[in-house]
């Protein structure tokens, strides 16, 4: 009798095995969402059994990430620069096209802000050493890449409060045009908690002229975050943070017009709307 319950049984418990299984075997990368404009991600499945491992992806002059979504797809994930020009983003290995795809038009608006203090608009020669040595760490720390799979790409809302300049905005200070904005500032009152979006190690913990006390955290996979204005650093270079550690507070350091905290997210190098981590848009 117990060796028949048992074989009677025996197919509902590899049944649930090889559920298991599969289950483990899945990678969450809904994340960054599909979002095809300039400042967005390409984020597209591709059949494991259309890629040949031998042959190199051709994106044109465009940087990609994978993700091994699971044993049947591969996600190719391309961050689409603010000033990309085309209209269609085509991937294709050797002779075969993997996937064309048409972007949509995106509006941008502009912002203009005066600056009472001119040394951080048009800083004098005494500054232009930091400045040039600044940009060249902040450069390096966002190209960075490290060869590590992402079981999850979803962030956190680094801070709760009020956006009060999006990202992509067309930048006027004291009516001179500036760099796009390549982040977004979310408005909160000084000394409120920033936490990490995402697991990741510290790579810059310092003060920079223009970003006043900032953060730039490697999540991995070519996936870096940075965190700008600061009024304290909680952390420092080399920690390994988690998901939801305190890793500073918003101030007002740096050029600023008042406390925020100017929090960017990039890809492979490349600036992207943060807010295609998020599951819930802000």
Request: charged letters at 20%.
């Amino acid at each position: 009798m117990r060796i028949k319950i048992f074989i009677f049984f025996l197919p509902l418990i590899l049944s649930s095995c090889m559920s298991k299984m599969h289950f483990l075997s899945s990678i969450q990368c809904d994340f960054p969402l599909h979002s095809p404009y300039p400042g967005g991600v390409l984020n597209i499945p591709i059949n494991n059994n259309n890629i040949k491992k031998e042959s190199p992806l051709i994106t044109g002059n465009l940087k990609f990430t994978k993700c091994r979504s699971s044993n049947k797809y591969t996600k190719i994930i391309i961050p689409i620069p603010l000033d990309f020009k085309g209209k269609k983003i085509s991937v294709k290995q050797e002779e075969a096209f993997l996937f064309n795809e048409y972007l949509t038009e995106k509006f941008y608006r502009e912002s203009r802000i005066t600056i009472s203090d001119e040394n951080l608009v048009n800083p004098g020669d005494d500054f232009i050493p930091r400045i040039k040595e600044e940009y060249q760490l902040s450069l390096k720390a966002k190209q960075t890449y490290t060869p590590k799979r992402l079981n999850a790409w979803e962030m956190n809302i680094p801070v709760v409060g009020q956006i009060s300049s999006e990202f992509g905005v067309r930048r006027f200070i004291n009516d001179q045009p500036k760099n796009r904005h390549s982040g977004i500032d979310i408005y909160a009152k000084e000394g409120t908690v920033i936490t990490a979006p995402l697991a990741g190690e510290a790579i810059i913990a310092s003060n920079f002229f223009y970003k006043g006390n900032a953060i730039y955290i490697n999540h991995g996979a070519g996936l870096v975050s940075s965190y700008s204005h600061l009024s304290e650093i909680n952390i420092a270079k080399g920690d390994l943070v988690e998901q939801g550690d305190v890793i500073g507070f918003v101030g007002q350091t740096g050029r600023v017009t008042g406390p925020h905290l100017h929090w960017e997210v990039y890809l492979m190098g490349i600036s992207i709307n943060p807010e295609v981590f998020l599951s819930k848009p802000l």
